[in-house]
């Protein structure tokens, strides 16, 4: 069954400091990974697409990983501010045509000042 | 680039009433998809479109749910009658599958559902 985990679930980090989201999934076969920010009350707005063959993206502050061997992809937030606070959510699609999606359940950031 | 467009914003409806929603995909975008998302949960894709078809509804509750996509451009979801475990936020989101990116692959800001 293909799945998306992501880790942790929740996160409360100071404004300033820089933090790491955990994403591993099983969907097979793979064909890209996005991360998404979603805004309370708000529709998921896209950071980063990440396809197999390549393993860093960066978005400003955002940067994402992606081993395509072991499965796991990782985001990056550096020197968080307020406006981070939301939840992310790691996506994971077996093809670039006829999107199925496969949805992480979100790690939900807390920024405090 | 004008976004996926999506009315009402909230709803409230008492349960046994009926709900609708309506969706603008970005123009052009041949496909067109409703999810779910529940309090804390992933979306959970509901039915998708191409053009005026249907791809994909096997997770739409089909005894309450339904929807349409007219002439291949604006969708409504319907719900009737609505139960409690509906209340979520409803998300419709177009993509294209021109190109090389996927492929303006956009959400609408949702409506908001609470069933009372």
């Known amino acids: 069954k293909n799945q998306v985990e992501q880790s942790p679930q929740s996160l409360i980090i100071l404004e300033g400091k820089n933090c790491t989201l955990q994403c591993n999934y099983t969907v097979s076969p793979f064909s890209n990974l996005r991360w998404y920010k979603q805004d309370t009350g708000r529709g998921p707005v896209s950071l980063t697409i990440?396809?197999?063959?390549?393993n860093t993206k960066s978005n400003g502050r955002y940067t994402a990983t992606l081993d395509a061997d072991t499965k796991q992809s990782s985001l990056h937030i550096t020197a968080s501010q307020l406006s981070d606070s939301a939840s992310y959510i790691c996506?994971?699609?077996?093809?670039?045509?006829?999107?199925?999606?496969?949805f992480g359940t979100g790690t939900r950031l807390t920024i405090i000042p | 680039e004008a976004g996926v467009a999506q009315s009402p914003r909230y709803k409230i409806i008492e349960k046994r009433q009926s709900v609708a929603f309506w969706c603008n995909p970005i123009?052009?975008?041949?496909?067109l998809y409703w999810y779910q998302q529940i309090l804390g949960q992933g979306p959970k894709l509901l039915i998708q479109?191409?053009?005026?078809?249907?791809?994909?509804d096997s997770q739409l509750p089909k005894d309450r749910f339904s929807a349409e996509r007219l002439k291949g451009v604006d969708s409504t979801l319907k719900i009737q009658p609505a139960k409690l475990e509906d209340s979520a936020v409803y998300l419709c989101?177009?993509?294209?599958?021109?190109?090389?990116?996927?492929?303006?692959?956009?959400f609408g800001s949702g409506t908001r559902l609470t069933v009372v």
């Open positions: 990440m396809t197999f063959s390549e």
């Open positions: 479109f191409q053009n005026n078809g249907v791809v994909d």
């Open positions: 996506v994971v699609s077996p093809n670039f045509g006829n999107e199925k999606l496969t």
């Open positions: 123009s052009g975008h041949a496909t």
């Open positions: 989101a177009s993509s294209s599958t021109r190109g090389r990116e996927p492929y303006g692959y956009t």
